[in-house]
T-cell receptor, first 114, second 122 residues
Framework: AQSVTQPDIHITVSEGASLELRCNYSYGATPYLFWYVQSPGQGLQLLLKYFSGDTLVQGIKGFEAEFKRSQSSFNLRKPSVHWSDAAEYFCAVGRMDSSYKLIFGSGTRLLVRP | GAVVSQHPSRVICKSGTSVKIECRSLDFQATTMFWYRQFPKQSLMLMATSNEGSKATYEQGVEKDKFLINHASLTLSTLTVTSAHPEDSSFYIC??????????????????FGDGTRLSIL
C-alpha cells in the first residue's frame, strides 16, 4: 500500500540555521512527490514537486528537496531559515492511476527560535 | 497563476442547517477538484474527488448524502454539508488540478489548494 511517513512531528530551529525535514514514502513505481506548506488557518501552498529528471528539485522561498530512490526519501531542505518559515509542512505522493489522488504524510510543525 | 478561491472562509451556524462551500479556480480550468477535511493538528483526509460533469467519487466512510458535491463547471465545485451537526465541525479544504495545455500531460499537474473553510456547528 502507498504511504508517506514524516517521522518528525515537531522541529525547532534557530533563525538563520539550516533545516531538513524528513519524508519517506512507500510506492510501487516511480513516485510523483510534493512538499506543501500550511500556515495556521489557511490552505496549502505548493513548495516544490518532483516528477522525473534531476533528483534535486528547487522550489519557492529558497527550499529544495532531493529524491533518493535507494532510500525512498524526499527530504526538504533550506540553508537558512527565516522566522516566517514557521508553519506546518506536508509531504505527499501522487497516485498515478486515474484518480490522481494525493497521499499526505502526517505533517511536521516547524518552530523558529528568534 | 493557479489560484483557487474558497468561500466562505468561516461559517458558524446552528445544528440542523445546511452549509454550502464554494471552490473556484480563478485563472485556470480544473477538470478535477478534491475535497478534504482536516482535524486540528492532523493531516488532510480526502473526502471525495469531483470531476466536471460527472458524479463525485467518495472515499470509504464518507456519507454521500451528508456531503453533497456538485461540479457544474470547469471552474466551480461546491460542497454542501446537509443537516450539519457539531461533529461536522472541521476545517474543509478544496484543491483543483489544472487542465493541461494542448499536448501537456495531465499527470504532471499538481493540486492547487484553496485557503480552507472553518465550519463550526453550534
Amino acid at each position: 500500500a502507498q504511504s508517506v511517513t514524516q517521522p518528525d512531528i515537531h522541529i525547532t530551529v534557530s533563525e538563520g540555521a539550516s533545516l531538513e525535514l524528513r519524508c519517506n514514502y512507500s510506492y510501487g513505481a516511480t513516485p510523483y512527490l510534493f512538499w506543501y506548506v500550511q500556515s495556521p488557518g489557511q490552505g496549502l501552498q505548493l513548495l516544490l514537486k518532483y516528477f522525473s529528471g534531476d533528483t534535486l528539485v528547487q522550489g519557492i522561498k529558497g527550499f529544495e528537496a532531493e529524491f533518493k530512490r535507494s532510500q525512498s526519501s524526499f527530504n526538504l531542505r533550506k540553508p537558512s531559515v527565516h522566522w516566517s518559515d514557521a508553519a506546518e509542512y506536508f509531504c505527499a505522493v501522487g497516485r498515478m492511476d486515474s484518480s490522481y489522488k494525493l497521499i499526505f504524510g502526517s505533517g511536521t510543525r516547524l518552530l523558529v527560535r528568534p | 497563476g493557479a489560484v483557487v478561491s474558497q468561500h466562505p472562509s468561516r461559517v458558524i451556524c446552528k445544528s440542523g442547517t445546511s452549509v454550502k462551500i464554494e471552490c473556484r479556480s480563478l485563472d485556470f480550468q480544473a477538470t478535477t477538484m478534491f475535497w478534504y477535511r482536516q482535524f486540528p493538528k492532523q493531516s488532510l483526509m480526502l473526502m471525495a474527488t469531483s470531476n466536471e460533469g460527472s458524479k463525485a467519487t467518495y472515499e470509504q466512510g464518507v456519507e454521500k448524502d451528508k456531503f453533497l458535491i456538485n461540479h457544474a463547471s470547469l471552474t466551480l465545485s461546491t460542497l454542501t454539508v446537509t443537516s450539519a451537526h457539531p461533529e461536522d465541525s472541521s476545517f474543509y479544504i478544496c484543491s483543483a488540478r489544472r487542465r493541461p495545455r494542448q499536448g501537456g500531460r495531465f499527470s504532471n499537474q499538481p493540486q492547487h489548494f484553496g485557503d480552507g473553510t472553518r465550519l463550526s456547528i453550534l
